[in-house]
C-alpha cells in the first residue's frame, strides 16, 4: 500500500493509525493523484475513487470526514450513529477532532500543512486526532481533545506529517499572538532572513502544549510537507492542491 504509511509508535497492538501519501491515486493536476478532499475544487468522481480506494486497502468502510473549520469542536463518533450517513452528522456540526471507543470507527482529519496530532491511552480504549493550524493551536484544539479522555497522564500522543520550520514563515502578529498566549513560545520562532519575519515551529509548539497538559510522551514530528514535494501535499507550497487523510482507530 505505497499510498499509506503507518506510524510507528508504542500504541496497544489495537490501536492503528495511519497517514495517507500523494501518490497512487486517480485525481489530475494540480491534484495529482491521492487527493481525498472534496472541498478543494477537484473532480468528484476521482475523489470518491480515492476514497473507495482507501476503505479497501485498509479493509474499513466507517470513515468520518469532518467539516474542518480551523476550530476548536471535537467530534465523539459514538454519539453519531454508523447505520446512519456519519459524514452528514458531522457536516452539520463542523469540526476538527473526533474520537471513539467504538471499535473499527474511523477518526480523521485532512491535511496539507497544518498539524494532524494522534492521541490514545495507555489502555488502547480511546482514540482520537485532531486537525491542529496554527489556529487550532492558539484555539486550544489539543486540549479540548485531551480533555475527552478519562486521564491525560494516560495518553500518548504523535505528530503527524506538517509544514516545518525550515518552510513556515509568519509574520510578526502570529508570533506576538503565541508569545501572549505562552510567552515561553519565543524558543519556536527563529528570525528569517526577510525583515519583520519568522519561521515558526508548529511541531515544538505542539509538543509544547502536550507536555503542559501533561501529556508526557509525544513521538513523530519529523517530516515537512512543504519540502517533500513527491510524498505530501502542501497547500502553502502549491495553494491549489490536494488534501492527505490522518486516520486511527480500534480494531
Not at 13 to 35: D, H, I, M
Not at 46 to 56: C, E, F, I, P
Not at 111 to 127: E, I, K, R, S
Not at 223 to 243: L, N, P, V, W
Amino acid at each position: 500500500m505505497y499510498n499509506i504509511q503507518w506510524i510507528k509508535w508504542p500504541a496497544p497492538p489495537q490501536v492503528k493509525a495511519c497517514y495517507t501519501l500523494r501518490s497512487g491515486g486517480t485525481s489530475q493536476p494540480p491534484y495529482r493523484s491521492f487527493n481525498l478532499g472534496d472541498h478543494v475544487g477537484d473532480n468528484n468522481f476521482d475523489v470518491a475513487a480515492n476514497r473507495q480506494q482507501l476503505s479497501k486497502n485498509l479493509q474499513q468502510e466507517d470513515i468520518t470526514w469532518l467539516n474542518q473549520v480551523h476550530g476548536t469542536q471535537v467530534l465523539s463518533l459514538d454519539s453519531v450513529s454508523s447505520e446512519n450517513n456519519s459524514h452528514i452528522a458531522a457536516e452539520e456540526k463542523g469540526a476538527d477532532a473526533s474520537t471513539t471507543r467504538q471499535s473499527n470507527r474511523l477518526c480523521c482529519v485532512m491535511t496539507a500543512d497544518c498539524l494532524p496530532v494522534f492521541f490514545c491511552n495507555t489502555d488502547g480504549t480511546q482514540v482520537a486526532v485532531a486537525h491542529a493550524g496554527w489556529r487550532g493551536l492558539l484555539g486550544g484544539i489539543l486540549q479540548e481533545t485531551l480533555a475527552t479522555f478519562e486521564l491525560p497522564s494516560s495518553v500518548i500522543a504523535y505528530l503527524g506529517p506538517a509544514i516545518s520550520d525550515q518552510a513556515f514563515e509568519v509574520g510578526d502578529d502570529l508570533r506576538m499572538a503565541f508569545l501572549c498566549h505562552n510567552a515561553s513560545f519565543t524558543h519556536y520562532f527563529e528570525a528569517s532572513q526577510k525583515p519583520n519575519k519568522w519561521m515558526a515551529d508548529l511541531y515544538g509548539i505542539a509538543t509544547a502544549i502536550l507536555h503542559q497538559a501533561g501529556v508526557s510522551d509525544v513521538y513523530g514530528g519529523g517530516r515537512c510537507t512543504f519540502t517533500e514535494k513527491d510524498a505530501f501535499f502542501s497547500y502553502r507550497r502549491d495553494g491549489i492542491t490536494g488534501r492527505m487523510a490522518n486516520l486511527i482507530w480500534l480494531e
